[in-house]
C-alpha cells in the first residue's frame, strides 16, 4: 500500500487492486457510450481471425454469424426493445445489447426464433 502512495496511487479499497491485478484482459469502448450510453461491436476475433472492424455477415463463413448470434442470445440476459422512428431501447447489459445489435444487423432477429423468452 505505502509503494502504491509513493507512486501516487490513490485507491480507497485496496481489495479492488487485488482484483484488477487478476485481470487478463480489459475491454474498453469510445464509441457512444458516454455520450449516447450505448455501446458497440467495432472489432474482434471471429473463428480465429481478428477483425479491425465489426463484420458484415458475409465476411463471416455461413453457419458462423448463426452460431455466434444463437450464442449471444442464448447466453445473454439482455433484451433490446424497439420504439417508434428507428428508436431502439437497450435493456441489461451494454456489452449484451452490443453483441444482439451486432446479430441484428445481420439480419438474425433473435426473438422470433423463439431463443429469448
Known amino acids: 500500500m505505502k509503494k502504491m502512495m509513493k507512486d501516487h496511487n490513490f485507491v ?3 481489495a479492488a487492486c487485488e482484483t484488477m491485478g487478476g485481470a487478463t484482459a480489459i475491454c474498453s469502448d469510445k464509441t457512444g457510450t458516454l455520450t449516447e450510453n450505448r ?6 476475433w471471429f473463428s480465429g481471425v481478428k477483425l479491425d472492424h465489426a463484420p458484415a455477415k458475409e465476411e463471416l463463413r455461413a453457419d458462423l454469424a448463426e452460431d455466434l448470434a444463437l450464442n449471444c442470445a442464448l447466453n445473454s440476459k439482455a433484451h433490446l426493445l424497439e420504439g417508434g422512428a428507428d428508436l431502439m431501447t ?5 456489452t449484451e445489447c452490443a453483441l444482439l445489435m451486432m446479430a441484428r444487423r445481420w439480419g438474425v432477429d433473435y426473438k422470433q426464433r423463439g431463443w429469448w423468452c
Open 12 to 14: 480507497r479499497v485496496l
Open 39 to 44: 455501446m458497440t461491436v467495432t472489432e474482434g
Open 90 to 94: 437497450f435493456v441489461g447489459n451494454r
